[in-house]
């Protein structure tokens, strides 16, 4: 049996995670898929990783060029993140007939389109199952299968450090601060957690699950987002009282011309699928137009549901010549392709005002004039002469809820407006 020789570069917890299990699972892997691989180096900054989890010191190698100029090495696993050097090095890696495997989500959603050619011409491939929602196999899905159906509308929990902490904020009654802290003790948030918190992890892995979904180009940019930090412990007890769960959801819809493509928090019916999904877990819930609802779940990280996802890219990389899917993002939106600004949801909206005769049909009035509907509505007194508003609107407009609560802002009697949670 022929002796594949790969290379792991970056060597953390993703890293760490698929050499465990091509380690590990060498023997089945070889009985299974009738695939002798070898990881022959492993580049880092560097030894002390190896070092960390007792691998050879002689698998250590610094240099990409290295890397690049070994004629025995086939495949290059990525798992350093980010966009430099990486880029540069995955440049390097494709153009000396290397096939790359990444985990690399920004990377992709901000320069697949200048890495994939690089790619096409050398004859190599360039896989990413392992960049969105971890262990599941979305990726391949939505390349390899419902190609007789046109997916109308997906919708995602694709970070796993947002879902637990609303998990966490829903559970344990936890602010926002509170929960934030405990999932960078526990290791499901990063120091700095801007890139979940605010949205861009999933905006960048809906625009790649997007773009193939709709078989068009979603660039990250014209991503609606919006994170979850100003989402309230009271916000959430709110969302419990109307039958709601609060989750950070990435939506893809295309009817037509008409895409829409968002990330922002969202009261989700508890008695959807996707309210159930907790902790670190990930989903994507979509609909096809003949096969109908679908929903996959599983681990959305980790060091080995991701490293299982790079294994099953590994695999198919050395068992057949490279295939290239129909992703693009180029960064541009198809002439053809309508991209909805001023799409439509309904709300959930709260706000503090003074508790006197008028107010609440002023407040009304205005959602009135918008074309706001209101569903329901409920007052409760938080102070001597104020009150808490909370509505729940029908379906309208995002561009007249926004003109609603600009101009509610400004009305004498209204102290703060609080919230304003789009809902399922
Ligand atoms: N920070 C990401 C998440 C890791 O929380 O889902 C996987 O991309």
């Known amino acids: 049996m022929?002796?594949?020789?790969?290379?792991i570069m970056g060597f953390g917890t993703v890293g760490g995670g698929a050499y465990?299990?091509?380690?590990?699972?060498?023997?089945?892997?070889?009985?299974?898929?009738?695939?002798?691989?070898?990881?022959?180096?492993?580049?880092?900054?560097?030894?002390?990783?190896?070092?960390?989890?007792?691998?050879s010191e002689n698998l250590f190698c610094d240099s990409v060029d290295a890397l690049a100029a070994d004629p025995d090495?086939?495949?290059?696993?990525?798992?350093?993140?980010?966009?430099?050097?990486?880029?540069?090095?995955?440049?390097?890696?494709?153009?000396?007939?290397?096939?790359?495997?990444?985990?690399?989500?920004?990377?992709?959603?901000k320069h697949w389109s200048e890495l994939e050619p690089i790619a096409r011409a050398h004859g190599c491939g360039l896989f990413f199952e392992a960049s969105c929602v971890g262990g599941v196999p979305i990726i391949r899905a939505l390349g390899e299968s419902f190609q007789g159906d046109k997916v109308k509308r997906l919708y995602g929990i694709i970070n796993g450090t947002t879902n637990y902490i609303?998990?966490?904020?829903?559970?344990?009654?936890?602010?926002?601060?509170?929960?934030?802290?405990?999932?960078?003790?526990?290791?499901?948030?990063?120091?700095?957690?801007?890139?979940?918190?605010?949205g861009y992890d999933a905006a960048y892995k809906l625009s790649i699950l997007a773009s193939l979904a709709f078989h068009t180009c979603i660039?990250?940019?014209?991503?609606?987002?919006?994170?979850?930090?100003?989402?309230?412990?009271?916000?959430?007890?709110?969302?419990?009282?109307?039958?709601?769960?609060?989750?950070?959801?990435?939506?893809g819809a295309r009817d037509g011309d008409d895409v829409e493509a968002r990330v922002h928090p969202l009261f989700v019916p508890k008695d959807h699928p996707l309210a159930s999904v907790s902790g670190a877990y990930n989903a994507v819930y979509l609909n096809g137009d003949h096969v109908g609802d679908l929903m996959f779940y599983g681990a959305g990280a980790g060091a080995?549901?991701?490293?299982?996802?790079?294994?099953?890219?590994?695999?198919?990389?050395?068992?057949?010549?490279?295939?290239?899917c129909d992703f693009r993002?180029?960064?541009?939106?198809?002439?053809?392709?309508?991209?909805?600004?001023?799409?439509?949801?309904?709300?959930y909206i709260g706000m503090t005002v003074e508790d006197k005769a008028g107010v609440l049909s002023r407040v009304a009035t205005?959602?009135?004039?918008?074309?706001?509907?209101?569903?329901?509505?409920?007052?409760?007194?938080?102070?001597?002469?104020?009150?808490?508003?909370?509505?729940?609107?029908?379906?309208?407009?995002?561009?007249?809820?926004?003109?609603?609560?600009?101009?509610?802002?400004?009305?004498?009697?209204?102290?703060?407006?609080?919230?304003?949670?789009?809902?399922?």
Request: charged share 25%; glycine share 8%; net charge neutral.
């Open 2 to 7: 022929k002796k594949h020789k790969i290379a």
């Open 20 to 55: 465990d299990i091509l380690t590990g699972n060498a023997d089945h892997i070889r009985s299974t898929q009738g695939l002798d691989i070898e990881i022959a180096a492993i580049l880092d900054r560097s030894v002390e990783p190896l070092k960390k989890r007792g691998v």
């Open 73 to 109: 090495i086939e495949l290059v696993i990525e798992t350093m993140g980010g966009v430099r050097p990486t880029k540069d090095f995955i440049v390097k890696l494709l153009t000396a007939g290397k096939s790359v495997v990444t985990a690399n989500k920004e990377l992709l959603a």
């Open 166 to 198: 609303l998990s966490k904020m829903s559970s344990a009654g936890l602010s926002y601060e509170q929960a934030l802290a405990q999932a960078q003790e526990k290791g499901f948030a990063e120091a700095d957690p801007t890139s979940d918190v605010e």
């Open 219 to 251: 660039p990250y940019t014209s991503i609606f987002r919006e994170g979850i930090t100003k989402v309230t412990a009271r916000d959430i007890a709110n969302a419990h009282e109307l039958g709601y769960e609060i989750k950070l959801i990435a939506i």
């Open 304 to 324: 080995h549901p991701t490293g299982s996802a790079i294994v099953s890219d590994v695999v198919r990389a050395l068992s057949a010549p490279p295939t290239y």
């Open 329 to 347: 993002n180029d960064g541009k939106i198809d002439g053809a392709i309508n991209a909805v600004g001023d799409f439509t949801s309904k709300y």
């Open 366 to 424: 205005v959602f009135g004039d918008n074309g706001v509907s209101i569903r329901s509505a409920i007052q409760r007194p938080c102070a001597d002469d104020a009150a808490t508003l909370v509505f729940l609107t029908h379906a309208a407009r995002e561009h007249a809820v926004m003109r609603s609560l600009d101009t509610i802002s400004k009305l004498g009697s209204v102290g703060s407006i609080d919230a304003m949670i789009r809902v399922l």
